[in-house]
Structure formats: structure tokens, C-alpha cells
């Protein structure tokens, strides 16, 4: 059983930065393709950036340039630089196999003001 613990969100405001991490305990994971996904308010969870397992990425139009995955094999890692916040990317961020077949971990809030 996968368990993630994601980190790293917080109140921002508008122009701001946050990095945020999360670990995942999956046998397989640096074999996988591992994303991000963000949930606000009224909307359903979106995903907003991909890795795979080799470095390539993909980006949901509205975060291109401005957000950054990555991810570190030997931490079961993965990060999400996030740049240039616009209040539009306030909500909850999960981590999940881009497939989204892990059970979903507690998420990491992120807030911003504008």
C-alpha cells in the first residue's frame, strides 16, 4: 500500500513562490510517471504537471513556464516549483501516479491573495 505525505504549501501572495514536495512510499516508483494535481474550490481535480520516470514533463497549459516538476529516485520524491502565483492557483495540491490509481494522500494547501 502507497503511502504520500505532501509538503510545502502555504498563503502567498500574487507574484509569489512555493515549492512543494511530496514522498511516496510506491516499490515502483522511480519506474512511474508521477504527477501533480490541483483541486479548487467548486472544480474537480485537475492535473497540472507530469514526470517520467526518465525527466520528461508535461504542463496544463494555464501553468506553462511558470511551474517546475521534478523529482530525486533515491528520496521517492517529487517537487513542484511553483513561480509567478496567480490567485487562480489557489487550492489543494495532490501528488499521484499520472494515472491517478493511488489512493490520495491529505494534499498540501496552497493560498493565494491577491
Known amino acids: 500500500q502507497v503511502q504520500i505525505v505532501e509538503s510545502g504549501g502555504g498563503l502567498v501572495q500574487a507574484g509569489g513562490s512555493l515549492r512543494l514536495s511530496c514522498v511516496a512510499s510506491?516499490?515502483?516508483?522511480?519506474?512511474?510517471?508521477v504527477g501533480w494535481f490541483r483541486q479548487s474550490p467548486g472544480n474537480q481535480r485537475e492535473l497540472v504537471a507530469a514526470?517520467?520516470?526518465?525527466?520528461?514533463?508535461n504542463y496544463e497549459d494555464s501553468v506553462k513556464g511558470r511551474f517546475t516538476i521534478s523529482r530525486d529516485n533515491l528520496k521517492k520524491t517529487v517537487y513542484l516549483q511553483m513561480n509567478s502565483l496567480k490567485v487562480e492557483d489557489t487550492g489543494t495540491y495532490y501528488c499521484?501516479?499520472?494515472?491517478?490509481?493511488?489512493?490520495w494522500g491529505q494534499g498540501t494547501q496552497v493560498t493565494v491573495s491577491s
Open positions: 499521484n501516479q499520472n494515472d491517478a490509481s493511488w489512493p
Open positions: 510506491h516499490k515502483w516508483f522511480n519506474a512511474l510517471t
Open positions: 514526470i517520467s520516470r526518465l525527466g520528461s514533463t
